[in-house]
Structures are given as C-alpha cells and as structure tokens.
Nanobody, 126 residues
C-alpha cells in the first residue's frame, strides 16, 4: 500500500502563491505517475497536473498552464505543486493521487488512480 499525505493548503488573495506538498510512504516502489486533482463544491474532481516518475515528463490542464508547476523530490518521496497567480476559480480541495499502472486511459480520469491522499484546502479570495 501507498500512503499519501497532502499539506500546504491555505487561504490567499487573488494573485498570491502557494506550494502544496504530498508526502508518499509505504510501498512506493513502482509508482508510474503522480497527479494533482482538485474538487470545488458541487463540481467534479478534475486533473490539474501530472508527473511521470520515470521520465519526469509533466502535463497540465489548460486552466493552470503557465501558473502551476508540478515537481517531485525523489529522495524525500514528496510531490509538489507550486501555484502562482492564483485566481478565485482555483479555490478547491486539492488531492494527490498515484498509480503503479501505465495503462488506464487519460491521466485526467480519477478512476485511473488507486492511491489518494485526504486533501488540502486552497481558498483564493478576490
């Protein structure tokens, strides 16, 4: 099993920055990719950014491109999400997710991931 624990959520004003962290522990060997999702009240969970642990390749959903950066510290087994130029529409609970499988469809599909953290709240006020 893999345990994921997010931290770093906070309340900030529009234009502010935050860095989220996701500490992974347990049987982390073989994780194929790690992804940040977010879910706002009344909305579906949406993929924000992914990093592939082997290649280090990344991808972002269009609404955060140029503002968010996903990264990973292998030695610390920690995933990060640097968020700049935050907007009110970024307000959501942010989750990190991981899978050891390379197949399963789009990285944006929450069903692809079998390990999830408990979430950390980000609130952006105007």
């Amino acid at each position: 099993q893999v345990q994921l624990v997010e931290s770093g959520g906070d309340s900030v004003q529009t234009g502010g920055s935050l860095t989220l962290s996701c500490a992974a522990s347990g049987s982390t060997y073989g994780i194929y990719c790690m992804t940040w999702f977010r879910q706002a009240p009344g909305k579906e969970r949406e993929g924000v950014a992914i990093i592939y642990t082997g290649s280090g390749g990344t991808a972002y959903t269009d609404s955060v491109k140029g503002r968010f950066t996903i990264s990973r510290d292998k030695a610390k087994n920690t995933l990060y999400l640097q968020m700049n130029s935050l907007k009110p529409e970024d307000t959501a609970m942010y989750y990190c997710a991981a899978t050891k499988f390379s197949s399963g469809g789009s990285w944006l599909n929450p069903g692809r991931y079998n390990y999830w953290g408990q979430g950390t709240q980000v609130t952006v006020s105007s």
